[in-house]
């Protein structure tokens, strides 16, 4: 299971594409200027990453912190939508996706392990971090892919975890 952590994690935070979701204009002082954030106070970060970390106790197998969750390039704020990827062997047994926000709006959230996909929407609260769930029960795979996006006008911090655990358990 140490595979997937390794392909899907470098340095502790977890690698994989963002991209572009919605758009809403916004002021900036160089029209060129391209930069990523966080839409909420750092505080607000580092407590999401922390309950991440602990919310479901060790052993974690992945952990994915909150990353920068818009990107401001010519005076547009897009926020953006993860997608990560491993095509590293898994054994099989149930795993579970643990998907945390803090902010406003929803998130599409779609977890695949092999040929098996769940999918749900989750709604993201302003004063206090949301937590969603979903499993999948799963044969031997080579391939998972986390997806969150962001509904159109949310401003939300994500972060996610995926533990597993054997059939028998």
């Keep these: 299971m140490t595979a997937l ?3 899907l994690l ?11 979701q919605s758009t809403a204009t916004a002021s900036m002082s ?5 930069e990523d954030g966080h839409v909420l106070p750092n505080q607000q970060v580092a407590q999401l990453n922390e309950s991440i970390r602990t919310v479901n106790g060790e052993p974690e197998m992945i952990v994915a912190e909150a990353r920068p969750s818009y990107r401001v390039s010519n ?18 047994g149930m ?4 998907t945390q926000c803090i902010g406003t709006g929803e ?9 098996k996909t769940v999918q749900d929407v989750m709604r993201c609260s302003a004063g206090s971090i949301s937590n969603g769930t979903m499993s ?4 031997e795979t080579d391939r998972v892919v986390v ?3 962001p509904s159109d006008g949310a401003k939300a911090e994500i972060a996610y975890r995926i533990d597993a655990t054997d059939r028998e358990q």
């Design 5 to 7: 952590l390794s392909v």
């Design 147 to 149: 997806e969150i996006a």
């Design 75 to 92: 005076g547009t704020v897009t926020m953006m939508t993860i997608r990560d990827e491993s095509a590293s062997s898994q054994p099989a």
């Design 10 to 20: 470098f340095n502790g935070v977890a690698c994989g594409r963002a991209t572009p």
């Design 30 to 34: 160089q029209e060129t200027d391209t």
């Design 136 to 139: 999948l029960d799963v044969d």
């Design 95 to 98: 795993y579970t996706l643990t």
């Design 107 to 115: 998130l599409d959230v779609r977890f695949t392990m092999g040929n």
